[in-house]
């Protein structure tokens, strides 16, 4: 493999854009990304996209196709990925790997969605019968994602004494980190007072620990060492990109299944952790070198646990780091200083992308009101359904 | 179950016997493995039999974890009369663990490591009268 370098990012802020076709999300992120590499369509040599089931795609989830009829028929290929939350991650992954072998020099990874409101709803295309969770969880016992995540919270409040508290002071940070970030939906700071105020959804977990759903888009151009040269701007390398699907055995509660075979020393949570082992392998560094993480807080509960489960510190330190301000920007290590999930809303498809786009400008020191001084090395975790996991490293 | 008129949410979840109802799950004849529900083949994969064959789970187990649904649940999901209820998780042995709603217990007098006991209730009437049942876990020793 040869060295791949992140040329630009771009994304359309998140929020919830009514007017705005799921295309024109995806194009405006695109420019953007174009305008940020010092680069122009033509010069793209291939394009792979986040496949939606919300929104365009001409129903088949070709929404790479769909964007190059819009704005540059250029014979390029066209590579349309699924992975539910993870597939921007996977489209960044593909991408890394046209442009590592060798066979394009310029690719660019774009995820873009409009998400409907609410719970998001069983999807299309699955028999109402014992075979398909997703009936089951819901016909059998009602179980929205958020009763998910607080099973998990309500464990780790038994095992590690994991206070209310500290719980709600994840969700202030998050808020805190959005504050300076244009492209963030939820701003306004919030104390752990208003988080333990907000409605209970599904104890622990209230209204203000829970991301909510967001329309949004975001898009990486990769390149060779030859073009980040010709840009003029930092070279910030993926040292690390990895996917991963579920190990037997895992213990996460898994959205939408209704039961866990648990084996014991199978790692939580394994299609991410999988992942980010493999990304550390990759770029030959480990925990101790990672000057911020931008991960997958779909809940407050995953603030504390997942960096644990990274292999960060220990399983109930997660706690103390939060309590003593450690993983705060300017702290040992920086957790979602773009603000995260739950202050983005999670725009499924373009979730992966947006991190991986945070850590570009934080390595090239631009991003403005939420910068992690003289970061150097940055990582993504990502999950999706179907037990898909991703994880990026970039370094400068 | 015909007279009676009622049905289960899902067919091949529950087997009502003698002794009360219990889960439906496979157990492989390879290796030996245990899951809920039944499965087409078997996810281990240092299994090379991939035999697995239908399996009652027992009918107690311990809480592992436990929340409380607070919001209505999107319309696939019926429940005559709703309000918030528990959800908790299960393990019945063997490393399996099986979510499910919780009943006759208050949220007060939950605990983790409690032992539990499978049983059926209704969770709506169909349009045509028909109750409508679904499996829940009790605290062992409350179940009629």
Known sequence: ?396 | MGEAAERFVVEGLVEQTPAGPRLIGSRCGGCGTTYFPQKASCPNPACTDKAPVAALLPDQGTLYSYTVQRYQPPPLFRMDGWEPYLLGLVDMGEGLQVMGMLTGVKEQEVRIGMTLQLVTEPLYCDDDGTAVLTYKFTPAGTAL
């Open chain 1, 1 to 396: 493999m040869r060295p791949v370098y992140a040329l630009g990012a771009g994304a359309h802020p998140w929020g919830k854009w009514p007017e705005k076709p799921q295309l024109q999300l995806a194009l405006e992120a695109m420019s953007a990304a174009l305008v940020d590499a010092g680069i122009v369509w033509a010069e793209v040599q291939g394009l792979v996209a986040a496949s939606s089931r919300f929104e365009g795609g001409m129903g088949w989830g070709l929404h790479a196709n769909e964007v190059v009829q819009a704005v540059a028929e250029q014979g390029i290929p066209c590579i349309n990925v699924g992975g539910a939350c993870a597939a921007g991650a996977i489209a960044l992954q593909t991408a890394h790997a046209l442009v590592a072998s060798g066979q394009y020099d310029v690719v660019a990874a774009l995820g873009a969605e409009r998400m409907p409101k609410g719970f998001i709803p069983r999807p299309p295309g699955s028999a109402d019968d014992r075979s398909d969770n997703d009936f089951l969880r819901w016909v059998a016992m009602g179980a929205t994602n958020p009763a998910y995540w607080a099973i998990e919270a309500r464990r780790r409040q038994h095992e590690h004494r994991t206070s209310e508290r500290t719980l709600a002071q994840a969700s202030a940070l998050m808020r805190r980190n959005a504050g300076g970030n244009r492209l963030a939906r939820y701003r306004d700071p919030i104390s752990e007072e208003d988080v333990l105020a907000s409605p209970m959804v599904a104890d622990p977990l209230h209204l203000l620990q829970i991301c909510p759903v967001s329309d949004g888009a975001a898009a990486v151009i990769l390149g060779s060492e030859e073009f980040v040269r010709r840009s003029g701007k930092a070279a910030v390398r993926v040292a690390g990109c990895a996917v991963g699907s579920g190990q037997f055995g895992d213990p996460a509660r898994r959205i939408p299944t209704i039961s866990s075979t648990v084996r014991e020393g199978v790692a939580h949570t394994s299609e991410v952790t999988g992942a980010v082992r493999a990304a550390f392998e990759l770029a030959g560094i480990g925990p101790e070198d990672v000057d911020l993480l931008e991960m997958a807080d779909n809940s407050a509960w995953h603030i504390l646990a997942w960096p644990e489960l990274f292999g960060f510190y220990e399983p109930g330190q997660g706690d103390w780091m939060l309590e003593q301000g450690k993983l705060a920007i300017g702290g040992e290590l920086a957790i979602n200083p773009s603000g995260g999930f739950l202050s983005f809303g999670e725009a499924t498809t373009a979730q992966a992308l947006l991190q991986v786009s945070e850590v570009l400008w934080q390595l090239r020191g631009e991003a403005h009101g939420h910068q992690v001084p003289d970061a150097k090395v940055g990582m993504t975790a990502v999950l999706g359904l179907g037990a898909n996991g991703g994880s990026v490293i970039l370094t400068r």
